[in-house]
Nanobody, 124 residues
Framework: QVQLVESGGGLVQAGGSLRLSCAAS????????MGWFRQAPGKEREFVAA????????YYAGSVKGRFTISRDNAQNTVYLQMNSLKPEDTAVYYC?????????????????WGRGTQVTVSS
């Protein structure tokens, strides 16, 4: 099991940047695939990005590809989401999640452990 705590959210103008962090505790972090999801009011939770346990493989939703970058530091038990060129439609609560699986990593139900989320608000 992995305990996850997100930070770094806030209010930013369109075109701006934010860097989210997810601090993990638990002995399985370094072998876990890590993902970021987001949920806007009235909408379902959606996949944003994921990274393999080694960091060699990364995956992105089409809506964020080229603007967001996921990375991890296994020595620091932390995963990051660098968000650039933010748009108002990026406004949501962003969640960090962990799974021991390397398959179906775009699906929320694949993930075993979740953080409580951090709010990102992009003003126009």
């Amino acid at each position: 099991q992995v305990q996850l705590v997100e930070s770094g959210g806030g209010l930013v103008q369109a075109g701006g940047s934010l860097r989210l962090s997810c601090a993990a505790s638990g002995r399985t972090f370094s072998t876990s695939t890590m993902g970021w999801f987001r949920q806007a009011p009235g909408k379902e939770r959606e996949f944003v990005a994921a990274i393999s346990w080694s960091g060699f493989s990364t995956y992105y939703a089409g809506s964020v590809k080229g603007r967001f970058t996921i990375s991890r530091d296994n020595a620091q038990n932390t995963v990051y989401l660098q968000m650039n060129s933010l748009k108002p439609e990026d406004t949501a609560v962003y969640y960090c999640a962990a799974t021991g699986s390397g398959q179906n990593i775009r699906t929320a139900s694949t993930y075993d452990d979740w953080g409580r989320g951090t709010q990102v608000t992009v003003s126009s």
